[in-house]
């Protein structure tokens, strides 16, 4: 039967020898590491292809999209993950598979053409990682984006026209992500498969080139169990690492405006650390540090001409290879451990974290506007308002503020208790007590005289004014007789009138009448306009952020201190 | 023989190898593209949503237009503040009732328009007429307009957006 299966399979050209069924020299794990390397293509393939499936490449949406795969898709975080440490696997991977070779003496006649492709793999598989980075559209991709294309804008007659290209315009946004995502799930994926493809095919044709004299043997099973062990081994060490690390990183969104510590990708950090140190040649640097290795590489098999393979008679150059490797080894974690050693920095990366999870979490909780990732931060409850507040109101209305001038806003600020405290000593500390007013003629005197029944009436009356859904209706209508008695000389509770010489009450607490008196405190429907010392914002600030500070006050009135310590930072 | 059984392990061991690692990268792919099926993805408000102050609806007017907006709808990782759901055309048939009618049209959901000179709905996809009340007149629709909840609380309309199945008889949420 399989006999059979196979010969109809063979007949019609689809089962045939595609590798030489003998490996030169027999099996090892010396020859592992080129299937390793595929292995972690094809995966990045296989999870980019499902990541994909949830990104969306526009400045608005980019980071909102990764965070939501992160955070709120099954396994999101471990697929972002593989595939984000796998781009650092085929990294360390192709660099020991270069080491091999070269030990090897593999790039020798006639095998230039395997080491060429190789470099350009090599090459072509950092370009890939460049063009991933910048695809989450967070601060470290962001600026660390920033930073690849403004050295490439160095570029000598052409930097100009590749940086335009490469943002798609004069400037970051969406046509930056629909290009780099272009080239990043398009055009790389393409050229690399087939530079592999070849690159592959002639290492078979030309075989393997095992040191010292040895028999062939099989490379089907010998070979290829090789291969299985040291591709499950890798994967197990990459799964465990990304287990460990619970995926890959998510800085907040990409805010131009926000300065951040770019670093770029670990492998980069050699350059980034040269780039340092060379001051102001850094761009000639950063361009001809690069050309230099590749240009080493690439020369390796032209200048090693001798037909010797054995190690020992190519010291000169595997030195120079080693030196060259410890170099960018020692200047990695050099850059690296520099980092780790700087306390101002372990700061603002603190800082810069907790902002991250905060945006993280907002984004769950209350998606992301529409408006772009860097507003999740809006989200927050009445973040806006509280901002407002903390820049244009504190100082001259918060219980902690020095220099406080008014009455004192905090939770449960015009609630029941509150109108009562203001009713029996409007010139008490946390009332009136601070401003100019206090203590004039023109001031309210304290009603501490009134019995408990009236004021309780009284304080419902001008509670009901906010709107509020809990009114006691039979003690408001008490409070309407002692009210015309108590207070409507000065005061008026009828709309839109100002009292004879107090502020009117109408709707007083509730979210129009704090939009009105922001505007205009010194308004004869409010504090008249020698009574104040609160500036008119109506001018400075715009209709909805007053709208966001009047929202604010009326969520103070039912608020506990508890209640807005609770609330998500903004 | 012996050659033979190893040769056979060796074979066996690789496809088991291969097999498992293949197992573990398809296991969470998988997962991660089949997730957004098990899950509400995009949400359209189910409370009931204002349309604004009742008394605008006059008894004898004709039915007016009044746009559906939900406060906020999520989209998998967005959050749209007002978006348009549709249009609901609305009208008072009593002195104390009101009545909304869904703007879409039951045939194949076009948007419904009110023909002032006719005195009836016209939908300008296919010609179907509605009555005034919402009935079947004339044109391919298998039913007539879809009736929208409708409540008023404290004057104001209170909606409750529906999307029906278009293209039968029988009037079924989609």
């Known amino acids: 039967?399989?006999?059979?299966?196979?010969?109809?399979?063979?007949?019609?050209?689809?089962?045939?020898?595609?590798?030489?069924?003998?490996?030169?020299?027999?099996?090892?794990?010396?020859?592992?590491?080129?299937?390793?390397?595929?292995?972690?293509?094809?995966?990045?393939?296989v999870t980019g292809v499902a990541l994909a499936a949830f990104y969306a490449p526009s400045s608005t949406d980019a980071w909102a999209s990764v965070a939501y795969v992160q955070d709120q898709v099954s396994l999101g975080w471990l697929l972002r993950g593989l595939h984000?440490?796998?781009?650092?696997?085929?990294?360390?991977?192709?660099?020991?598979?270069?080491v091999q070779t070269a030990l090897y003496g593999a790039y020798k006649k006639p095998r230039e053409l395997v080491w060429w492709l190789g470099i350009l793999l090599m090459l072509l598989t950092l370009a890939w990682a460049v063009t991933g980075?910048?695809?989450?559209?967070?601060?470290?991709?962001?600026?660390?984006?920033?930073?690849?294309?403004?050295?490439?804008?160095?570029?000598?007659?052409?930097?100009?026209?590749?940086k335009k290209l490469a943002l798609g315009g004069n400037d970051y946004g969406n046509l930056t992500l629909t290009r780099f995502y272009a080239l990043h799930v398009m055009v790389l994926p393409v050229v690399v498969g087939g530079v592999i493809a070849g690159h592959v095919a002639l290492a078979r044709k030309l075989g393997a080139t095992p040191l010292g004299e040895r028999p062939a043997g099989p490379r089907w099973p010998e070979q290829t169990l090789r291969n299985a062990i040291a591709v499950a081994v890798v994967f197990a060490i990459l799964l465990a690492y990304v287990i460990h690390v619970h995926g890959a990183d998510l800085a907040q969104p990409a805010d131009p405006s926000l300065a951040y510590d770019a670093r770029p990708l670990w492998y980069f950090r050699w350059l980034f650390l040269l780039r340092e140190l060379a001051g102001s040649a850094e761009k000639l640097v950063a361009m001809a540090t690069p050309a230099v290795v590749i240009g080493a590489l690439v020369a390796l098999?032209?200048?090693?001409?001798?037909?010797?393979r054995e190690p020992r008679r190519r010291l000169p150059y595997l030195g120079g290879l080693a030196g060259l490797l410890a170099l960018i080894g020692g200047l990695t974690i050099v850059s690296v451990a520099s980092d780790a050693g700087n306390d101002e920095l372990a700061k603002r990366d603190a800082k810069a974290e907790q902002r991250a999870q905060l945006a993280r979490k907002l984004a769950r909780d209350n998606g992301v506007p529409v408006t772009g990732a860097a507003d999740v931060f809006w989200t927050s409850p009445m973040a806006r308002a509280r901002a407002l507040f903390a820049t244009r109101c504190k100082s001259c209305h918060d219980a902690e503020s020095k220099e406080r001038k008014g009455p004192i806003i905090a939770p449960g600020h015009a609630d029941r208790a509150w109108i009562a405290g203001m009713i029996k000593d409007p010139d008490g500390d946390a009332y009136w007590g601070r401003t100019k007013l206090a203590k004039t003629e023109a001031a309210m005197k304290p009603f501490d005289q009134m019995k408990s029944p009236d004021i309780d009436d009284i304080v419902e009356v001008i509670y009901a004014e906010?709107?509020?859904?809990?009114?006691?209706?039979?003690?408001r209508e008490r409070g309407l007789a002692v009210f015309e008695n108590a207070c409507s000389d000065c005061h008026a509770r009828e709309d839109g009138m100002p009292g004879s010489s107090a502020p009117g009450l109408a709707g007083f607490a509730s979210r129009a009448y704090y939009l009105s008196f922001i505007g205009n405190p010194k308004s004869a429907l409010h504090m008249g306009r020698d009574k104040s010392q609160m500036p008119r914002f109506d001018k400075e600030l715009t209709l909805d952020e007053r709208d966001a500070l009047a929202e604010y006050l009326v969520w103070l009135r039912t608020a506990t201190p508890a209640d807005l310590a609770a609330l998500d930072p903004y | 023989?012996?050659?033979?059984?190893?040769?056979?392990?060796?074979?066996?061991?690789?496809?088991?190898?291969?097999?498992?690692?293949?197992?573990v990268v398809a296991a969470p792919v998988l997962?991660?593209?089949?997730?957004?099926?098990?899950?509400?993805?995009?949400?359209?408000?189910?409370?009931?949503?204002?349309?604004?102050?009742?008394?605008?609806f006059q008894a004898g007017a004709p039915p007016r237009r009044v746009d559906v907006v939900a406060p906020v709808v999520k989209d998998a990782w967005t959050a749209a503040r007002n978006v348009v759901l549709g249009a609901a055309w609305v009208r008072r048939t009593a002195p104390d009732k009101i009545v909304a009618l869904s703007a879409v049209c039951p045939h194949l959901g076009c948007a419904v328009g009110w023909d002032a000179a006719a005195g009836n709905f016209l939908c300008p996809c296919h010609d179907s007429r509605f009555g005034v009340a919402g009935e079947r007149l004339t044109g391919p629709s298998e039913r007539g307009l879809d009736e929208l909840p409708l409540q008023v609380v404290d004057g104001r309309l209170q909606l409750t957006w529906v999307r029906y199945k278009p293209g039968q008889t029988v009037r079924e949420p989609a």
């Open chain 1, 466 to 475: 906010s709107g509020a859904s809990d009114v006691d209706p039979a003690k």
């Open chain 2, 1 to 23: 023989m012996a050659d033979e059984d190893r040769r056979k392990f060796l074979k066996v061991a690789t496809c088991a190898i291969g097999g498992g690692v293949g197992l």
């Open chain 2, 31 to 56: 997962t991660l593209i089949a997730d957004p099926a098990g899950k509400v993805t995009v949400t359209t408000p189910t409370a009931p949503l204002d349309l604004g102050l009742a008394d605008r």
């Open chain 1, 133 to 162: 980075f910048v695809l989450r559209w967070d601060q470290a991709g962001f600026w660390a984006n920033k930073v690849e294309v403004g050295i490439a804008a160095a570029t000598p007659l052409l930097g100009q026209l590749i």
């Open chain 1, 1 to 45: 039967m399989k006999a059979q299966v196979r010969s109809f399979l063979r007949d019609r050209g689809l089962l045939g020898e595609t590798a030489p069924a003998t490996i030169a020299g027999g099996a090892s794990f010396a020859y592992a590491f080129g299937t390793v390397v595929t292995f972690l293509v094809v995966l990045e393939a």
């Open chain 1, 84 to 98: 984000y440490h796998g781009a650092s696997a085929i990294v360390i991977v192709t660099s020991l598979h270069l």
């Open chain 1, 301 to 308: 098999p032209l200048a090693d001409r001798g037909p010797a």
